[in-house]
């Protein structure tokens, strides 16, 4: 079988490190992307680009999609304008996607969907499986919303996976682009308290479990994309010293997170002791378990 598969998103920090692994792989790839082609080919390797979901309208199908696109949740302050960008760079988009791949002469067996762990909110010191009962709060009707946009696509027998994915660490951008200047200057510190958790995972391991939700008949639903071992934020930014050979002394207290970043300081001074429960019972095996061997391939 050709595997031919349809990727959204797959310019950006997982969306790229997935288009190489799976061209690696043998796949064939179509990017969606407003970028132009010669650019996503620099970024992504031999692949078919189109710029418009429009233009697929009517297409003779793909085997798999994988829907990877949204705005960066942590890029700018949560005004207003700032909500509705997120709310229709994943839940319109989604929309859109799913009524496109409906015209297909040919249904795709799988669709893969993004999702995040801030779909359970804030969970305090909770351990959050894909069973736990959500937290209601932006980030959770987002991640809802965005949600079922794809499972609607599951009334027409397509198998239908959600990437409940965590703070992702990798080399050449993610969150760790912006924390490491701070720490190598010997400033950084915890964040707030440092007890809430940092439900963090290695982005190897990502590309790695959205291929297996594509390859693998029997999974479906919600899946944490998690380490197996989460770390509070104060074990995360003292692993982060340690790796970069610099001390952690300055703390930035909750109140001036809350006074320069508003609601979005949220994402920061809160969080879940997620852990990929339904990975583990299917058998996954994650290549970064453990956050000291993480960080050091993410940084050196």
Known sequence: MNRH?????GTGFIGGALCTEMLAQGYELTILSRQPADQVRKLCGQVNVVHTLESLRGHEGFDGVINLAGEGLADKRWTKQRKKVL??????LTHTLTDVIR????????????SAVGFYGNQKNALVT????PHDEFSHRLCKDWENAALALGSENVRVCLSRTGVVAGPDGGFLKSMVLPFKLGLGGRMGSGHQ????????????ALVWMLETPEASGPYNVVS??????????????STLGRPALFPVPAPVLRLALGEMSHLLLTGQQAIPARLTDAGFSFRYPELGPALE????
């Open 197 to 208: 958790y940092m439900p963090w995972v290695h982005r190897t391991d990502v590309v790695a």
């Open 5 to 9: 598969v349809l990727v959204t998103g």
């Open 103 to 114: 015209s297909w002469a040919r249904l795709p067996n799988v669709l893969v969907s993004g």
């Open 297 to 300: 391939e993410s940084i050196h």
């Open 130 to 133: 894909e069973e736990t009962m």
């Open 228 to 241: 197996p071992n989460p770390a509070t934020n104060r074990e995360f930014t003292q692993c982060l010293a």
């Open 87 to 92: 709310r229709k760079s994943r839940i319109k």
